[in-house]
Structures are given as structure tokens and as C-alpha cells.
């Protein structure tokens, strides 16, 4: 079973269900995602085994299996990930250095209560001109920094400012709109074998199909534990954290997102993420 989170006349609630079929089965009502992910070890799966609140209300939507958990993220961590920077930046050195070294790539993608769920908007900067979609595994860790499970994670990125210069990483990765995540929530025993698991990325317009791909997730260069536990070298996450591992999809040069596009990411036995592209203004307060 995976873990759901839903809306349910307008109370968050925790829920379980096969990842492919959806929330099935309402857990108790005083659990919530930081109580699990800032528990004892194993709180997570516990509770996905304990008994059952009643059968999810129709009607219910499926909102991002997250509560109080900052989203970070890993950089140039395939190699057609490494070759595309290069190419974007035209500076390759920063790239092939961290791609071989031993610290990886780890930067802030999303604080608490940024991230998009299923069926919610990703956004693009106006002030972009190229934007694609960054489709990786997530691995969410608990406070401790035990792997507790695994979901979608969509890494939307603005390669032209990134390109412009490495320095303006933040302004190409963290905006309105810029991670998305989910449906939910599978526990390491669901999904045992992540060297057979396969990330695919559907971008379709107006009906149409314009990106399709797919890697193996064996190709990750650095394991899932290894990014963790850098990750938790020096700084603590009392809630747990979310941590996406990277991206090997790059769709060609000549393509870039538009508002109204439609993402679709899909990793085996993780269910499927589905968002419309929109795009994001400056602040109306902005000088």
C-alpha cells in the first residue's frame, strides 16, 4: 500500500491505497505526515498496516503527500544531465567537477507549503525563455534520515537564466510553481528494487504528444542513501525532508515549454503526476 493524501470536506487527511488505483481507505484522523516522518523509526509503515477509518469519500482530491517538509534537490547526478549543463552554460568545468567528485550537488528547491500536488499548476517564468520539466525520483527521508519512501518529483528549471550563469541556480529552480510532487507516497518494501525501476516524461499539447522519453533509474550516478545522508551531514530536519535525486531526461534544445502544456511523469509502481503548465508574473508589489 502507498500513502495518500486527500482533501476531504476541506480537512487533510491521511490515506492508503495501491499506488496505480488511488486512495482507498482513510487512516486515523489524528495522524498526520510530520507526526509520521517525525516519529520512531518505522512510524510510517506502521501506520500504513494499522487499522482503517472508513473508505475515502467521493469526492475527495488528491493533494501532495506532504506536510511541514522543506523539498531539496541533487544536481548533475546522470550523465546526460552532466552533458546537458554543459551545453546550456557553455562552462563546463563547474559540471564535470561536481559529477565526479565525491560531495554532490544539493540545493533548497522548495520550502514548506511551495510544493504542487497531482492536478495542480507548475509554473515558468516570464522572464524565461527556455523552461522544461526535470522529471526525477523523490526519496523522502524521516528525521533520522531513513529512507521512508518514494514518489514523483517534477524539477521545473528555466535553462535559459541557469545557462546565463551558474550563479543564478536559485532564480532558475525556486519560483512559484517550480516543484511538484506526488501522487503519493510508496514505502521502501513496496518498492524493493529501484535498479528496475523507470522514470517517463509525456509532455503533451493541445491533445498532442511533443515530449516522450524514459530512463532507468540504475543510471543514477550517486545512490538515493548517498545524496540522504550528505544531506544530513549538517543540517536536521525534526519533520523529515523531501529530496529529489536528479533528472536524465532532457528534452532537445529546440523545445521549451508553454503555458497550457500538460507534464506527465510516471515512475514504475509510483502512480503517475499530471500538471498544466502556467506562467508566472512578476508580483503586481514588485518595483
Known amino acids: 500500500m502507498a500513502l495518500w493524501q486527500v ?41 500504513l498496516r494499522g487499522l482503517a477509518a472508513g473508505p475515502v469519500p467521493p469526492g ?3 493533494v501532495a503527500p506532504v506536510g511541514g517538509q522543506e523539498v531539496w534537490a541533487a544536481g548533475v547526478t546522470y550523465t546526460r544531465s552532466l552533458d546537458a549543463r554543459v551545453a546550456e552554460s557553455g562552462t563546463p ?21 511551495r510544493v504542487r500536488g497531482p492536478g495542480e499548476p507548475v509554473g515558468i517564468r516570464a522572464d524565461s525563455l527556455w523552461d522544461v520539466p526535470e522529471p526525477e525520483l523523490a526519496v ?10 518514494y514518489l514523483n518529483g517534477n524539477d ?10 551558474p550563479l543564478y541556480l536559485p532564480q532558475a ?7 511538484a510532487i506526488g501522487p503519493c507516497l510508496a514505502t521502501p518494501d513496496e518498492v524493493p528494487d529501484l535498479a528496475s525501476l523507470l522514470i517517463s516524461l509525456r509532455v503533451l499539447r493541445a491533445g498532442a504528444e511533443v515530449v ?4 532507468k533509474v540504475a543510471d543514477l550516478h550517486r545512490s538515493p542513501g548517498e545524496l540522504v545522508r550528505w544531506l544530513f551531514r549538517a543540517l536536521d530536519f525534526p519533520v523529515g525532508v523531501v529530496l529529489l535525486t536528479g533528472t536524465a531526461i532532457v528534452p532537445p534544445p529546440a523545445f521549451t515549454l508553454r503555458a497550457g502544456d500538460e507534464v506527465i511523469i510516471a515512475t514504475t509502481g509510483l502512480g503517475e503526476l499530471r500538471n498544466v503548465v502556467e506562467v508566472i508574473e512578476p508580483s503586481p508589489s514588485a518595483g
Open 93 to 113: 568545468d563547474p559540471y564535470e567537477r561536481v559529477y565526479g567528485a565525491e560531495r554532490p550537488e544539493l540545493f533548497l528547491k522548495a520550502a514548506p507549503g
Open 173 to 179: 529552480k525556486i519560483y512559484t510553481g517550480s516543484c
Open 60 to 62: 475527495a482530491r488528491v
Open 140 to 149: 523522502v527521508a524521516d528525521r533520522s534520515g531513513r529512507i521512508a519512501g
Open 7 to 47: 482533501l476531504a470536506g476541506g480537512e487533510r487527511r491521511l490515506a492508503r491505497g495501491p499506488a496505480g488505483q488511488g486512495p482507498q481507505e482513510l487512516l486515523a484522523a489524528s495522524l498526520t505526515i510530520d507526526g509520521l516522518l517525525g516519529g520512531a523509526p518505522g512510524t510510517l509503515a506502521a501506520a
Open 212 to 215: 516522450a522519453d524514459t530512463v
Open 156 to 165: 521545473m528549471s528555466s535553462r535559459s537564466i541557469e545557462g546565463e550563469n
